[in-house]
């Protein structure tokens, strides 16, 4: 069965800094990982998505990576800004027609 | 503008009321998605259907009904069979299984 676990559950950084958040995934057979982002009672926006094939992905300030032999994908924020404040989740299609299974994700906070 | 429309951003339901929540896509998706959130338990797949007149149970599919009669409509029933529909219904859609997922906005469905 397929878990998917995202640390922390909480950030709190100052504005300006580099950051990492970390998802990890028990089962390596995954096609690919999607990263999102959450703003307070809104959908989720589609941030980054790594194919099981790639390594990094890249999109202006975030840059994700994978590595499925360890079961890891981590999302880099450089520069962080205040508007960077939202809940990032990552998720993994899943058996049953591409089902997604969401880690329960990471509340970042950027402070000015 | 591409995209996935979610409506109502808000709904009301009475107990022993049927409603439905509306989603619809413009952008040529195949795949279409049902999930619930809840404060602490992430995201749980309702219902999904990869093709036009055709879907399938999700994790918990009790208690909810789905048509998918045209490519670009994937609407969900919240039956009063549910005992606890008060919850944030987001409608996802993918141009294939395990291609990059989109989101709607979300309906905040309370039961009063």
């Known amino acids: 069965k397929q878990e998917v676990t995202q640390i922390p559950a909480a950030l709190s950084v100052p504005e300006g800094e580099n950051l990492v958040l970390n998802c990890s995934f028990t089962?390596?057979?995954?096609?690919?990982l999607q990263w999102f982002r959450q703003d307070p009672g809104k959908g989720l926006t589609s941030l980054l998505l790594?194919?099981?094939?790639?390594r990094e992905q890249t999109s202006g300030r975030l840059n994700a990576s994978l590595d499925k032999s360890s079961g890891r994908s981590t999302l880099y924020i450089a520069a962080s800004q205040p508007g960077d404040s939202a809940t990032y989740l990552c998720?993994?299609?899943?058996?049953?027609?591409?089902?997604?299974?969401f880690g329960q994700g990471t509340e970042l906070s950027v402070k000015p | 503008d591409g995209g996935i429309t979610q409506s109502p951003k808000y709904l009301f339901r009475k107990e022993g009321q049927n409603v439905t929540l509306s989603c619809e896509q413009n952008?040529?998706?195949?795949?279409m998605y049902w999930y619930r959130q809840d404060p602490g338990q992430g995201l749980r797949l309702i219902y999904y259907?990869?093709?036009?007149?055709?879907?399938q149970k999700g994790d918990i599919a009790e208690g909810y009904s789905v048509s998918r009669e045209k490519k670009e409509s994937f609407p969900l029933t919240v039956t009063s069979a549910q005992k606890n529909p008060t919850a944030f219904y987001l409608c996802?859609?993918?141009?294939?299984?395990?291609?990059?997922?989109?989101f709607g906005q979300g309906t905040r469905l309370t039961v009063v």
């Open positions: 996802a859609s993918s141009y294939t299984m395990n291609t990059e997922a989109f």
């Open positions: 089962d390596s057979a995954i096609y690919n």
């Open positions: 790594i194919q099981s094939s790639q």
């Open positions: 998720a993994v299609p899943y058996n049953q027609g591409g089902k997604l299974i």
């Open positions: 952008l040529n998706h195949d795949a």
């Open positions: 259907s990869q093709i036009v007149n055709d879907f």
